[in-house]
């Protein structure tokens, strides 16, 4: 009888030990039968530890993983992988973020050569206010934002009348974080041929900025695309085109691209191009107004009457390296012009300016030929050179930030 007990407990020990010696199946990541789609992290969150240090979290959906893979990618860039985490750890610190950026993130968990799907890409807007994500319009974007907030405008075209209201805040199309120039022809705010596109009217400063869209169907018997008054706005990498300004007495109407009065707003890499008004039909500014124009194109505005497109009276203008083409420059004795190293039609005064065909590519697309005479002609300054380091070409591809 002893000897049957023990011949029992030896086969115990080695039914025992034949079980341990197999790779059990734990029910997730192990399991060859698992749905890896059920595996996949889930409910990633962010938290803003300080400036540089994001804490992202995530749900665990499986068991007995090794651990989990962080990749981050940029708006328009390659997904790369930022770090890993330990097994059953459900958090990661990203020490690597930098302000006004989008990021995307996305994880999995991994045992070996397995590894589940991907969680959901999420977006991290850094400090940014998202149109349409946040707020399905501008407007509404601007009502809620304070100064020095940034509200970011994804691609699409918004049927509005927008008013900064003072604030001096960045409105830009996310040009403002890729440079893909694409991002300004696909994000358009169009006026319904109702009004001013954008209005500047309450004492916004240098940086309220306007940046990286298409400003078109304003119509407003002042300022159709854009209105300023007492306001010193920034614009930048722009194009203004198919506004009207008339009136509805006879003879009225003026400003059809940009309308400044008592404003000194800053324009650089801005298109103004075919616009119309009774006068002014790209640009009019008067009462104490100071412009500055960088690498701007004023070309192919028609006007009605007194054939002025670019109309300045008691105001001082300052234009730099742009090409104003098939328009006629209009200014009364009361206005100071600065106007050096430019292409203006039938304009030669001033420093380095000259008056040629600036031979733009096809009618409608103003880059310039290889042969242009305003290739490599702006300013000689180091600081108006063009993103290649090249010198500066005349127009509104031209300069540091011509990259559009």
Sequence with gaps: ???LLEILVIISILLVLFACSEKQPLNNIFDPDADLDDLAPSNIEFELLDINNLQISWKDNSANEEGFIIERKTYEGNWIEIGIAAENI????????AQEEIYYYRIYAFEQETKSTFSEAKPYYSNFIIV???????????????????????PGTYNENINFQGKNIIVSSLFL?????????????SGNNNDSVIKFNANENETAMLNGFSIINGQSEYGAGIYCSNSNPTLSNLDINSNSAYGEEIHSGAGAGVYCSNSNPIINNV?????????????????????????VLIVDNAITEWNIELYFESSNVTVMNSIIWNNLIGYTNVCNEDINYS??????????NINLD??????????????????NTGNPDSQYNDMDGSRNDMGAYGGPNGNW
């Design 132 to 154: 349409p994500e946040h707020y399905s319009t501008i407007q509404n974007a601007i009502n809620s934002a304070v100064n020095e907030d940034i509200i970011l405008v994804f």
């Design 90 to 97: 459900t958090s990661f610190i990203d020490s690597t973020i």
């Design 177 to 189: 974080v890729t440079q893909n120039n694409n991002h300004i022809s696909a994000t358009i705010i």
């Design 1 to 3: 009888m002893n000897k």
């Design 271 to 295: 298109k103004i191009q075919n616009n119309s008004a009774y006068v002014g039909g790209g640009i009019y500014c008067i009462n104490g107004s100071n412009v500055s124009f960088t690498n």
């Design 358 to 375: 600036p031979l733009f590519m096809s009618s409608g697309n103003y880059h310039l030929q290889s042969n242009s005479p305003c290739i």
């Design 343 to 352: 292409n203006l039609e039938g304009y030669e005064l001033g420093i380095g």
